[in-house]
């Protein structure tokens, strides 16, 4: 079946440690995005990558980092820059041409805890 | 910059009760709004998607519609049951620049009592 993957499903980070969140898509999507929820709130839109090898800031890229080198695969870094990095991220892609037709499908979510 | 508010934040009802869950965006510049569930430490599951250029979408017993104009989109959950309860996000998806980015309301959390 067709669908988004990230992993690990809980991750804790150390002060001062960078960490990366793996996002793998098998539904041949070319744009896919990385978001930041937080306790009560809804989803922030960190980076977005609309074809391999180019992306783009979103709202709150502050302290995160990204690469896209495969189409399926878009990895979202949490440096020791972002102070609060505690939230639940998620990852989603979406069919680029015909995006307007249709929606976002998402994966299941990182966990991130700072110990 | 676009907006997007759920009301009420939360929401108790009891079983078999048809209820309504609302949504208002501040830019009527869409190009269509989807309505999500999210399960507590779960993923998003995609529910109904309309279009700018529909009114309704239906799918068992959920209806959700759309009034670009005034900026607001209900979501309809007929004869709720228990497997119901789970946080509800509306979004939007709107143009910035080159892209086409989804902005989301903060949810509202149903909860259906047995």
């Known amino acids: 079946d067709g669908g988004i993957t990230q992993s690990p499903k809980y991750l804790f980070r150390k002060e001062g440690q960078n960490v990366t969140l793996s996002c793998e898509q098998n539904?041949?999507?070319?744009?896919m995005y990385w978001y930041r929820q937080d306790p009560g709130q809804g989803l922030r839109l960190i980076y977005y990558?609309?074809?391999?090898?180019?992306?783009q800031k979103g709202d709150i890229a502050e302290g995160y980092s990204v690469s896209r080198e495969k189409k399926e695969s878009f990895p979202l870094t949490v440096t020791s820059a972002q102070k609060n990095p505690t939230a639940f991220y998620l990852c989603a892609s979406s069919p680029m041409r015909t995006v307007g037709w249709y929606g976002y499908t998402f994966g299941s979510g990182t966990r991130l805890t700072v110990v | 910059k676009q907006e997007v508010t759920q009301i009420p934040a939360a929401l108790s009802v009891p079983e078999g009760e048809n209820l309504v869950l609302n949504c208002s965006f501040t830019?009527?510049?869409?190009?269509?709004l989807q309505w999500f569930r999210q399960d507590p430490g779960k993923g998003l599951t995609s529910l109904l998607l309309?279009?700018?250029?529909?009114r309704e979408q239906t799918s068992g017993r959920l209806n959700a519609s759309l009034d670009k104009s005034s900026g607001r989109s209900t979501l309809y959950i007929a004869a709720s049951q228990p497997g119901d309860s789970a946080t509800y996000l509306c979004?939007?998806?709107?143009?910035?620049?080159?892209?086409?980015?989804?902005?989301f309301g903060s949810g509202t959390q149903l909860t259906v009592l047995p």
């Open positions: 309309i279009q700018s250029s529909q």
């Open positions: 990558s609309q074809i391999v090898n180019d992306f």
């Open positions: 979004a939007v998806l709107i143009s910035s620049g080159s892209a086409r980015q989804l902005t």
């Open positions: 539904l041949n999507h070319d744009a």
């Open positions: 830019d009527s510049a869409i190009y269509n």
